[in-house]
């Protein structure tokens, strides 16, 4: 009996001691489980929280975006009822038709229509934004664009002969300026990135802000196809009305460099920020497949150096 209850005894010991030890493990999976799930919530919260965060910005960036072109459009609206405004005044003033005809050949030009200032075209451009657009054509030899002249200009009789040349002046407005362009209200100083904060005169520098938004730009002529003239090396962007279109003359155009002076701010070395760029295998082959698609390139090695260039 002693042997029996012995017998008995280490078998309800060792079935004690695995039952404890199941129940350890099973507690162990459980806790473990408990862990898993809890950080799987963490991780589902986390990744909602990112996502709801890039839907903000998302949406801020719009909103912002909506922001600058319905202001952009106000003060456009603004500009034209101040010069409307102005014209209207100076008429009534006037008070006769001989002298209000005077007004009009001696007026300050705030009335284009006086002159039959009109776009020729509208320019099709790589650059969609102010931001990223280059200050200065040559900056980026790789930018793109073209210009397709109104059924006015007869673009296949107007554009003879222009092909002979490498370069032309476009002529053109500053369309998306955001000040308002009147008498007075343009700064008289500005202040160009070289100087690191200090003014000078506005006509001493080629700030797009002036009493008449005009810009003259040189760039290189690619070819002329079916009255479409093809551009590169140029720093306007999508949609920059064009007045004017005249050929480079390298004997009127360019002066001798020792016939030429410029303050020395200007020729004072330029701190780029722009890093360098590299694409990773995925990029680059994300730009391989789009390639072919594009408005303005058609091989990959041009728009990769382009893409460099703009930085």
């Known amino acids: 009996m002693f042997m029996i209850g012995l017998r008995c005894g280490g078998a309800l010991a060792c079935f004690m001691m695995a039952a404890y030890a199941i129940g350890r493990h099973t507690k162990s999976h459980d806790i473990a489980q408990a862990e898993d799930s809890r950080n799987s919530q963490e991780s589902d919260e986390l990744t909602a929280e990112v ?19 319905g202001r952009i459009r106000a003060e456009r609206a603004l500009r034209e009822q101040t010069v409307k405004g102005d014209r209207n005044k100076k008429v009534i003033e006037a008070g006769t038709t001989e002298q209000e005809e005077t007004i009009g050949r001696e007026g300050d030009g705030d009335d284009l229509n006086l002159y039959r200032m009109r776009p020729i075209g509208w320019l099709r451009s790589c650059y969609r934004r102010r931001f990223g657009t280059p200050r200065q054509g040559t900056v980026v030899h790789g930018g793109r664009a073209t210009l397709k002249l109104t059924s006015e200009c007869n673009p296949l009789m107007s554009t003879c002969n222009l092909s002979d040349y490498s370069h032309v002046w476009l002529i053109y407005i500053f369309h998306e300026n955001t000040n308002l362009g009147t008498k007075t209200q343009v700064k008289s100083k500005v202040r160009p990135p070289r100087l690191g904060g200090e003014k000078v005169g506005l006509f001493s520098t080629r700030t797009p802000h002036r009493p008449n938004p005009i810009g003259l730009s040189l760039v290189r002529l690619q070819k002329i196809e079916k009255g479409v003239l093809h551009f590169s090396g140029l720093d306007l962007i ?20 020792e016939q030429v002076s410029v303050p020395g701010w200007f020729n004072a070395p330029v ?10 295998p995925s990029a680059e082959e994300q730009l391989r497949d789009v390639v072919d ?8 090695e041009t728009i990769c150096s382009t893409l460099k260039e703009v930085g």
């Open 51 to 69: 996502g709801k965060l890039r839907k903000e910005l998302e949406e801020m960036k719009l909103k912002r975006e909506a922001d600058r072109c």
């Open 238 to 257: 999508d949609g920059t009305p064009i007045l004017d279109v005249k050929p480079y003359l390298p004997s009127s155009d360019s002066i001798p460099p």
């Open 271 to 280: 701190v780029s920020g722009h890093e360098a760029v590299f694409f990773s």
């Open 293 to 300: 698609d594009l408005e303005f390139y058609d091989d990959y």
